[in-house]
């Protein structure tokens, strides 16, 4: 007998219920996780700004409303005595659009349980990016680039982005395209160099140089463009 496909909008709500009653069943076990359910703290800003490590995912479930995507499978062959033993590496991106961005790896026997193990990953490295309008053909006070021009690099991968106008777009490869958008980006140009054809290199790439945003120190005049709403 053939199943009928689950309408998508029953599917999340279902989802979201389970996801409510784990998190109401959740038992902290760090110091940060307990302050968070108590309520004592209700923003990721506040965690970044003390530089706190996240040692429990639940936390990030009940602070934020993050969206998840697989940007990476490979199927990996290991030799053992027995035989060859092959097992799935996943890497999953997750993001709020508004400025928080993570990226995780995990390998299991299986695809969709390593996917979940990923995901998990994933929300222990969030990375806060700091958007503004950085171009200067553009005088809107809009945050959909990045303030200035910033470099990252993962093994030989290479990439610059650059502050765009509004209405651009994403002039970038896609496969990054998820990441900015991911981000909250939605303008920029770039350049690549390097050895780019490995997608997962070039993906850490991007985000090493999205979170250089917040780390690099700005002027003056960028740091008023950067406040404006």
Known sequence: ??????????????????KEKELTAWIPKTRLGKKVKAGEITSIEEIFKENTPVQEPEIIDILLNLE???VDVKKTTRVVRAGRKFSFRVAVLVGN????????????????????????????????IARSCGSWECTCSIQHSVPFRVSGKNAAARITLLPAPRGVGLVVGDNIKDVLRFAGVSDVWCKVTGATSTKLNFIRATIDALSKTTKMKASNAITKKMERR
């Open 97 to 128: 659009k508004n400025g928080v961005i993570g990226l995780g790896t995990a390998k299991d026997a299986e695809k969709w349980p390593a996917v979940k193990k990923a995901a998990r990953k994933a929300k222990l490295n969030l990375v806060q």
């Open 68 to 70: 998840e995507t697989v």
């Open 1 to 18: 007998m053939r199943r009928t496909p689950m309408d998508p909008e029953l599917r999340a709500s279902r989802a979201a219920e389970e």
